[in-house]
């Protein structure tokens, strides 16, 4: 029904946000919506799921699809995370293919633009951190090579943090995209519920905050969410699953002031995402090598191919 309200000639299309792991493909879904809606952190491998954030503008819908970084993975659960990245590129309308500027990742990157030899949808090569870049025709040779490659619609160089450069990738996007209907209400940006965003914002405090492999160990699973209207407050009850007893002690923390700053941080940021006063209790689980087990994979959401 939405659909046919959609203007002669308006354009859509879904953009897949495709690159090695920290290049920052989710600082650029959140630069692009100017929300945070995708989780970011200084670690690789931060998002795990395909994130859609939808920018709707009078004549447009871009629907851009933040996925895991692409990395040589070594066991299942990576495995899941770079198929889950991959798979996207065949379901898209353009993909815009991120690197960071400095030219690191190299074996990682000609991986995907070999990937990306097969995809029929225009393909946009953006090259995010030029902020750490001091002379910006350091980025030639890494452009030609790129260019030898592959065929790109556009090459642009963007800072994702400060928004540097993102206008014009919009303008290529918008000329690129097909005409096609609003896949989704204009007011929507993305269609991942709320609950998801909460187990999110908790996992992004348990990278921030702790280190080594901790936070990889980690799976936010959102029990509660109850709603008291009256009370402008949302009670939220989490799980904060690990896989060892080690993991546990640390993200308890001595005294518990490791799970308490954990809370802390979150519910603030949680409240803002809802825009009301937040009660967030968290609990600790361990889920012995939850990363290795198919039904705790699927538990929490990650969906092995075999
Ligand atoms: N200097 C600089 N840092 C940036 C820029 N964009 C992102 N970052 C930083 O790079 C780090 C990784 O950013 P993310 O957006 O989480 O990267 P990602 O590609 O989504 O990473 P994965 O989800 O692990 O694949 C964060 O610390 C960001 O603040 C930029 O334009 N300049
Ligand atoms: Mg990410």
């Not at 991959?86 to 990682?108: I, K, N, P």
């Not at 998801?196 to 990889?216: D, M």
Request: hydrophobic fraction near 40%; include cysteine; aromatic fraction near 6%.
């Amino acid at each position: 029904m939405e659909e046919q309200k959609t203007p002669a000639g308006f354009k859509s299309g879904y953009v897949a946000l495709i690159g090695a792991p920290n290049v920052g493909k989710s600082t650029l879904l959140n630069q692009i919506l100017r929300e945070k809606i995708s989780i970011t952190t200084p670690k690789p491998q931060t998002t795990r799921n395909r994130i859609l954030g939808i920018l709707t503008e009078p004549e447009c819908q871009m629907v851009f699809v933040d996925t895991p970084g692409i990395h040589n993975a070594r066991d299942q659960f990576n495995r899941i995370l770079v198929d889950t990245a991959l798979s996207t590129l065949s379901e898209v309308d353009a993909v815009c293919f991120l690197m960071d500027a400095s030219g690191s990742d190299r074996e990682v990157n000609d991986f995907i633009m070999e990937n990306l030899k097969r995809v029929k949808s225009p393909l946009i090569l953006t090259i995010n951190k030029i902020d750490t870049i001091r002379e910006k025709s350091r980025l030639l040779p890494l452009i030609e090579y790129c260019r030898s490659l592959l065929p790109f619609e556009a090459i642009i160089p963007i800072c994702a943090l400060s928004g540097d450069g993102v206008p014009e990738l919009l303008d290529e996007v918008r000329r690129l995209l097909p005409e096609g209907p609003r896949y989704f209400p204009e007011d929507y940006l993305t269609d991942v519920p709320e609950r998801f965003l909460v187990s999110e914002i908790i996992r992004e405090k348990v990278f921030h905050l702790a280190h080594q492999e901790v936070p990889y160990a980690v799976a936010v699973m959102v029990e509660q969410f109850i709603e008291e209207p009256g009370r402008n407050l949302i009670r939220i009850e989490a799980t904060v699953n690990v896989e060892r007893d080690s993991q546990k002690a640390i993200i308890i923390g001595k005294k518990g002031q490791m799970l308490k700053e954990i809370g802390k941080q979150a519910r603030r940021d949680i409240e803002v995402l809802l825009g009301c006063r937040v009660y967030l209790g968290l609990f600790v689980r361990v889920q012995k090598n939850w990363r290795k087990d198919r039904r705790a994979l699927l538990e929490f959401g990650y969906h092995p191919k075999h």
